[in-house]
């Protein structure tokens, strides 16, 4: 299945990013603004969590705890918008490693380059539903900490360019795993069911 999904979080529907971002790796933070602390620390299915940040930015925000403490503080209104965060499904007849490597060089060359802070968590790797959420910043980012918004990641053409650079990738891996195993690729043809079929798509939400 080729599937991204793009949802932005905000303090007006009751969001926190460091609640999200504890739940989704896995982890245990304390939100400094709100002085709760989340504690997901023994949550099953989190296979491996990491941060990835564009060339200048602080080294701090490698940090989970730091880096979405900051855009909490930083982020003053009540209907402030936080974060991003793609949910991307990984192809199940993809190796491993291989999934890992197309989620990672996918966020790098069209999310951290653009300047985005991304934070990356992936889920059940080893079922047939591997998947990886990514958070990121929705503010610029100087030597100094987070600048100005960036209104351009916000626009329907930045989706869709999201959407089209995400399903180049899965079809490319897709096919190099078809010809560098084909017995693998026989083994899932048998274990598909009628559920199982090819989609692309996106929700704008």
């Not at 009540?78 to 999934?99: C, G, M, T, Y």
């Not at 910043?137 to 329907?156: L, V």
């Not at 274990?191 to 989609?199: D, P, S």
Request: proline share 2%; glycine share 4%.
């Amino acid at each position: 299945m080729i599937r991204i999904e793009v949802k932005v979080a905000s303090r007006n529907k009751g969001q926190s990013t460091v609640a999200m971002a504890c739940y989704r790796s896995a982890a245990k933070i304390k939100d400094k603004r709100l002085g709760v602390t989340h504690n997901y620390h023994r949550r099953t299915g989190v296979d491996k969590s990491l941060i990835l940040t564009p060339f200048g930015a602080p080294e701090i925000f490698e940090n989970r705890d730091t880096l979405w403490n900051e855009v909490e503080k930083v982020e003053r209104r009540k209907d402030a918008q936080l974060s991003r965060e793609f949910l991307l499904s990984l192809p199940n007849i993809v190796a491993k490693e291989e999934n890992y490597d197309l989620a990672l060089d996918w966020v790098k060359k069209n999310l951290v380059s653009e300047g985005m802070i991304a934070d990356i968590s992936f889920h059940d790797m080893d079922t047939h539903n591997p998947h990886a959420h990514v958070m990121t910043t929705m503010r610029t980012i100087t030597r100094d900490g987070f600048g100005k918004k960036m209104r351009s990641w916000n626009k329907k053409e930045a989706l869709y360019e999201w959407r089209r650079t995400w399903s180049d990738a899965v079809s490319h891996a897709i096919t190099s795993a078809k010809q560098s195993s084909p017995s693998r690729m026989v083994k899932f043809s048998k274990k598909t069911t009628k559920k199982q079929h090819m989609t692309t798509g996106i929700n704008f939400k």
